[in-house]
């Protein structure tokens, strides 16, 4: 996905500088988006710090517009802007210096004249830039990606296109002799690259946000029996219950999610559903939903919207209202979420629940959202079925209505993998788990997809995150009893006595992941989140 990200934000780069007094970087960034630039470049010294609000300003509006803001040589300028990356031309900054300050998905570009030396290592480098084009040149290699910079005229474009550039730099149209502000939409239609007639700006009112947010039909419509006074107050006020449950979440940009993978509509409704499957693992039925969310500066007040929309889809689908929540301005998206339901009256399934001679079953498959997460790093397009189970999980509702019924007394949903979800449920019940996967019937889809990438099945079961399958124990005459209900539901371990460790399992070095623990996370190259 990142590279696809960036072979369209090369496509068509546009420079702002500040060479006349009487045309701001504003002025010279917005003429560029709205004929179709794809890049911003901040080719300028920033030699006053008064520059400092509207180069600011101008990273928040590109940011809006999913368009990268660079800035040309200057490393701490563009850390202290947030910048998407940086172009080095007369720098001579090592790359992997650059990135460690920048950040893993900063972008990092550089300047050579042609033809491309042969001692190029071209691996430093998301993109090198040829610059000037001479009129001699006969080919542009095409990998890495290579760009045609100082371009300012559509032969100029089309030629260097022709010639195998994955895009053309055009040089700041505001000051070069005989260029025209009028050149840029030709520039960006030979460049395949459309217009944008209107920017999307950067959220600035609160207030108005949140009456956009709470209109009346955006409030779970026909579902707001449990809300006596709905948002609006400072609080909503619910029906009486006489069993409440409780359960928290939260999902953070660039750790569980991520926005050139999944929409804003995507990122609401998972956020939904992983934050209620608390719920369902506590045979509870979801009544409403608080959300305080964190904005950064950049963000459009349609993204929010269109997240909104998603939060609500997936409150429709469980039947749960949206009790109210908060916004502030953050440096990352953030939602912190908090779920409210309705306990069963006479059960509350507990961790502690199992005992020596039950055995241990999930209600589904799993692994499935794992390999949806490595498809979409390898940016795999063979595998949707895997993305959308990463992209779309489930709260089980269904499956716990089932169990609730059968009595079980132990469970749990999987988020954090088999192995590290099943040790939660040894400790509690003061037990060692066998675990055993061997014995599963695999997905089609899953089984081409571990072929594809060296994998064992077993392994990414054991280690996947994000399923939100029900993770249950319980004798096996009761799981006979239900299995016809459950028909997905399998074995995966049995309890016994405690054995002096929590898991036994036969496949070696498999741990679960663990918020905090980044040596261990990376020794076992899991991240269910990202």
Request: net charge negative.
């Amino acid at each position: 996905m990142r590279s696809e990200h960036l072979k369209n934000a090369i496509r068509f780069c546009c420079t702002i500088d500040e060479g006349s007094a009487t045309v701001s970087l504003t002025k010279q960034a917005e003429a560029a988006m709205r004929a179709g630039a794809t890049m911003i470049r901040y080719i300028g010294e920033a030699s006053s710090a008064e520059m400092w609000p509207e180069l600011r300003a101008l990273c928040r509006l590109c940011r809006s517009n999913y368009i990268p803001f660079m800035v040309r040589d200057h490393l701490y300028l563009a850390k202290a802007l947030g910048a998407d990356g940086i172009h080095l031309d007369r720098s001579m900054e090592h790359p992997e210096a650059v990135r460690e300050i920048l950040g893993p998905e900063a972008f990092i570009g550089k300047t050579f004249p042609p033809p491309l030396p042969d001692a190029v290592n071209s691996s430093c480098w998301d993109y090198i830039e040829l610059s000037p084009i001479e009129p001699t040149i006969t080919g542009i290699p095409a990998s890495p990606l290579v760009t045609a910079g100082g371009i300012i005229d559509t032969a100029s474009a089309q030629k260097a296109l022709g010639l195998g550039a994955a895009g053309i730099t055009a040089d700041n149209l505001f000051f070069q002799p005989g260029a025209s502000t009028s050149t840029l939409p030709a520039l960006a239609k030979a460049c395949g690259c459309p217009p944008r007639p209107e920017l999307i700006q950067p959220w600035r009112d609160e207030f108005g946000l949140i009456e956009k947010l709470l209109e009346p039909d955006t409030i779970s419509p026909d579902r707001t029996f449990p809300l006596i006074v709905p948002p609006g107050d400072d609080a909503c006020l619910l029906s009486p219950l006489s069993r409440p449950v409780i359960s928290t979440d939260t999902q953070r940009e660039g750790v569980h999610f991520r926005l050139d993978w999944q929409t804003p509509e995507e990122i609401g409704r998972k956020a939904v559903s992983v934050t209620l499957s608390d719920l369902a693992a506590s045979y509870a039925r979801p009544v409403s939903f608080f959300v305080n969310l964190s904005i950064p500066p950049h963000t459009s007040e349609t993204f929010i919207v269109e997240l909104y929309k998603g939060i609500r889809e997936a409150l429709g689908r469980y039947d749960c209202t949206l009790g109210g929540g908060n916004i502030s301005g953050g440096g990352e998206l953030s939602l912190d979420l908090f779920a409210i339901g309705e306990g069963d009256k006479d059960l509350f399934p507990k961790r502690s629940g199992a005992k020596p001679g039950y055995e241990l079953y999930v209600t589904g498959p799993l692994g499935m959202a794992r390999a949806g997460l490595e498809t979409l790093q390898q940016n795999d397009p063979d595998f949707p079925r895997l993305v959308q189970r990463f992209k779309e999980p489930a709260a089980r509702f269904d499956a716990a209505g089932i169990l609730a019924a059968h009595g079980v007394q132990c469970v749990m949903d999987i988020s954090d993998g088999l192995s590290g979800d099943a040790r939660h449920i040894a400790r509690a019940s003061h037990l060692t788990i066998e675990l055993d996967v061997s014995g599963l019937t695999f997905d089609k889809t899953f089984v081409s997809f571990c072929r594809k990438y060296n994998h064992r099945p077993e392994a990414l079961v054991l280690i996947g995150g994000e399923d939100y399958e029900l993770l249950f124990a319980c004798p096996p005459d009761t799981f006979n009893d239900l299995k016809n209900s459950l028909p997905d539901a399998a074995q995966v371990g049995r309890c016994i006595p405690f054995q002096g460790r929590e898991i036994i399992c036969r496949e070696t070095g498999i741990s679960s992941y663990q918020h905090g623990d980044q040596e261990r996370n990376i020794k076992t190259q899991h991240s269910p989140d990202l």
